[in-house]
């Protein structure tokens, strides 16, 4: 079983900035991607970033492309969510995700995924 480790995260204003970082236990084998979910009350989760681990591919939900980044580091089995110009509605919990083992491109669904995050709260006050 690999647990990922999320930090960052908090109470912030509309335009700042934050990072999500996402830890698998380092040497971990095999990950494939790892993505970014995130769900406010009442919602469902929805997708929001992923990136495969070997060649960097990307993919971004259309409500934060642009404004926000995914990046992975290896050596780490870190993946990290760069988030500028927040808005308020960026506000829910964050789960970031880990496909590890069989590959299956570039999952932009939960069910692509087969490791979670705990979930970290992000707050946009106005």
């Known amino acids: 079983q690999v647990q990922l480790v999320q930090s960052g995260g908090g109470l912030v204003q509309v335009g700042d900035s934050l990072r999500l970082s996402c830890a698998a236990p380092?040497?971990?084998?095999?990950?494939?991607?790892m993505g970014w979910f995130r769900q406010a009350p009442g919602e469902e989760r929805e997708f929001v970033a992923a990136?495969?681990?070997?060649?960097?591919?990307?993919s971004y939900a259309d409500s934060v492309k642009g404004r926000w980044t995914i990046s992975r580091d290896g050596a780490e089995s870190t993946v990290y969510l760069q988030m500028n110009s927040l808005k308020t509605e960026d506000t829910a919990v964050y789960y970031c995700?880990?496909?590890?083992?069989?590959?299956?491109?570039?999952?932009?669904?939960?069910?692509?995924?087969?490791?979670w995050g705990q979930g970290t709260q992000v707050t946009v006050s106005s």
């Open positions: 995700a880990g496909r590890i083992g069989v590959s299956v491109g570039l999952p932009l669904t939960t069910s692509g995924y087969n490791y």
């Open positions: 990136i495969t681990w070997i060649g960097g591919d990307t």
């Open positions: 380092r040497g971990t084998y095999n990950i494939r991607a």
